[in-house]
């Protein structure tokens, strides 16, 4: 297996733009999930999706990011519009669904990240 | 909520010596799952340990293993005979018993090894 796949690995914006982040699960895993990572706070949970649907998006910071699961392999996540302080590294994980078939709950599986740099 | 602390921001060791490395956690669970996650310079999120809290036993994998202190909710890492390749940031973890829930991660530990 490829693992979590995200697209783009780096991305460096203007102030004002869209930014469309892009995350591929390991083929099976049944929860998504999407995380920042700044120096300052850590990782912090933005949204996650189980069988593609949102479950808790409490920590997504603004309106100005939303998040979609149109299918089981693919999601995205949106800045419109973005600015200086949305500059991070955005991670995807993935995990297979636990409690399913006596599966025991298991790690989450990270993507490599999206290092966001908007200027 | 369940919360997880990491009191060293950054800590250091001596090539082939041994490190241990902080994590205290709040819940109110009884059963629940304990992870260290390692971020090496290529950001790439390594899974090195997990813990089931219903195992008394503490869990080992080569030279890291883990003090587990259920009563006193703690979960600390040791790695032993420290290399020049496990410099990176060490994230503790945890995983409410339901499994399908976020992961809630510690602020980190930066670790340098000196060679």
């Known amino acids: 297996d490829a693992g979590v796949i995200q697209s783009p690995r780096h991305e460096v914006t203007e102030m004002g733009q869209e930014v469309t982040l892009r995350c591929k699960p390991i083929?099976?895993?049944?929860?998504l999930f999407w995380y920042r990572q700044t120096m300052m706070r850590g990782l912090e949970l933005l949204i996650y999706?189980?069988?593609?649907?949102?479950?808790?998006d409490s920590g997504m910071p603004e309106d100005r990011f939303s998040a979609k699961m149109p299918n089981a392999s693919f999601s995205t996540l949106k800045i419109q519009p973005s600015e200086p302080r949305d500059s991070a590294v955005y991670f995807c994980?993935?995990?297979?669904?636990?409690?399913?078939?006596?599966?025991?709950?298991?790690?989450?599986?990270f993507g490599q990240g999206t290092r966001l740099t908007v200027v | 909520a369940q919360t997880v602390t990491q009191s060293q921001p950054e800590m250091s060791v001596q090539e082939a010596e041994t490190v241990t490395l902080s994590c205290t956690y709040d819940?109110?669970?009884?059963?629940?799952?304990l992870f260290w996650y390692k971020q090496p310079p290529s950001r790439q999120m390594i899974l090195v340990i997990r813990?089931?809290?219903?195992?008394?036993q503490n869990a080992t994998e080569n030279r890291f293993s883990v003090n587990f202190q259920k009563a006193a909710k703690s979960f600390s890492l040791k790695i032993s005979d420290s290399q020049l390749g496990d410099a990176a940031m060490y994230f503790c973890?945890?995983?409410?018993?339901?499994?399908?829930?976020?992961?809630?991660f510690g602020k980190g530990t930066r670790l340098s090894v000196i060679a």
């Open positions: 083929s099976g895993h049944n929860s």
């Open positions: 819940t109110s669970e009884s059963d629940y799952y």
């Open positions: 999706f189980n069988n593609n649907v949102p479950i808790d």
């Open positions: 813990q089931e809290a219903y195992k008394q």
């Open positions: 973890a945890y995983l409410h018993p339901s499994g399908n829930t976020p992961l809630v």
């Open positions: 994980a993935s995990t297979p669904q636990s409690g399913h078939r006596g599966r025991v709950p298991t790690e989450a599986f």
